[in-house]
């Protein structure tokens, strides 16, 4: 059973930095593209960066191009999205998404999020406010 647990949110001031965790369970990150998604009170949830398993590709959101950095460990079954110089417009409740990689584009791109919004297994989410 696939399972994802995400952790490391919590409240910081603007221009802060958080790491979030995306623990995974009941399969191995070779097999799976795993995205990050946040989903703000009033708004739509959209995707933020993904990784691809098949080539170790990234894609991110213009939003956060150059702040934030998606990585994976296939020892620690853990995906990391590292936020740097955060904005309060990056408040928001973020989750991991999981889908196999046979059904997905090969290199990162913004339609495997898509993929993975529609059909990927999602964790809780854990929740990042930016505010002075």
């Known amino acids: 059973q696939v399972q994802l647990v995400e952790s490391g949110g919590g409240l910081v001031q603007p221009g802060g930095s958080l790491r979030l965790s995306c623990a995974a369970s009941?399969?191995?990150?070779?097999?799976?593209?795993i995205s990050w998604f946040r989903h703000a009170p009033g708004m739509e949830r959209v995707g933020v960066s993904c990784?691809?398993?098949?080539?170790?590709?990234?894609y991110y959101t213009d939003s956060v191009k150059g702040r934030f950095t998606i990585s994976s460990d296939s020892a620690r079954s853990t995906v990391y999205l590292q936020m740097n110089d955060l904005k309060p417009e990056d408040t928001a409740a973020y989750y991991c998404?999981?889908?196999?990689?046979?059904?997905?584009?090969?290199?990162?791109?913004?339609?495997?999020?898509?993929?993975?919004?529609?059909?990927?297994?999602w964790g809780q989410g854990t929740q990042v406010t930016v505010s002075s």
């Open positions: 009941g399969f191995t990150l070779d097999s799976y593209g």
């Open positions: 990784i691809s398993s098949s080539d170790g590709s990234t």
């Open positions: 998404a999981a889908e196999e990689v046979s059904t997905l584009p090969r290199r990162a791109t913004a339609q495997s999020m898509h993929i993975m919004m529609r059909f990927g297994a």
